[in-house]
């Protein structure tokens, strides 16, 4: 089984032979959008035991690939349960009986890229519709926000939003780069070069600006949990800034919840009987890794 890139990122995988000596896996730059020649673990690693530290859902993405491919692999996490972030509970009182995530909740892009998508696929997994990016960007989906008359926006008003957006992130790339060139201290913040772009440079208007403050929102405030008004100015390219690829494609989620993905990494492939599920150790801290040319130490709390 071998799973897109995106899903083996964001986990610490530590690869030790019987002696103990240390593993290097060359890292390969590579195109989201091409999912082919994705097996970067050496055949010798079949010899070789592997931890995998976080049963997130990169993590356990990871070991399944891993263990599918013959590798010993052990999963250590230090909750009481497995997925991160992604935690679906049910509501056992009627008339809602239905599942509803507590964190990640939405296939953001369709296309293979999306190691969602990917895994949707293979298992056969419910999706549904609800939109594309900031949640307003396709069919109908504009329906929910109002302008300042109370009213929906209409469509050539979006669509010119998301051109506004990009022309927001030209001007403040500019202003960082021409920063940076001076060797100048940044001292706003996004939200304070935001404002000032938005009423000189752009002149943007009351309805446009609205639009525009939803849009970072979805950028920064919904994915990171931080305001935009405590971001720095120049961490706009640790978050991928004006190189950023997206995944293309129309946004969903999963009617069942997000941990049935966690739960058909963790079981694996019901049809194939040589599966294992994976070993998965919970309430377990990995307090510390020590390593040296030749030995791998990881101390447990």
Known sequence: MLFPPLMQIGVAILVLSKSGDCSKVKKNKRNYEDTTNQNIVPKSCKEKD?????????GMAAARDLQDRGCKVKVY?????TGGRSRTEKDNLPPWDFPHDLGGTFQHGSSQANSITWLADRFDIK??????????GE????????NSDGKPYSRGIVDESFDLHDEWWKLNTKYLRQIRKKKLKIQKSLKDSSEYIFNTVMSLSRDQQALQDAHITSNFDNDFGVEHSLWPLDGIDKRDGWWWKPISGPDYYLPDGMSQVIDLLEDGDSSNEKTKSLQVNLNHVVKKIEHSKKRLHYILL
């Not at 109908?140 to 926000?145: A, E, L």
């Open 127 to 136: 999706r549904a519709y609800v939109g594309g990016d900031s949640a307003y």
């Open 50 to 58: 592997i931890l995998v530290i976080g049963a997130g859902l990169s």
């Open 77 to 81: 996490e230090a909750r009481g349960q």
């Open 139 to 146: 069919r109908n989906s504009t329906v929910w926000i109002r």
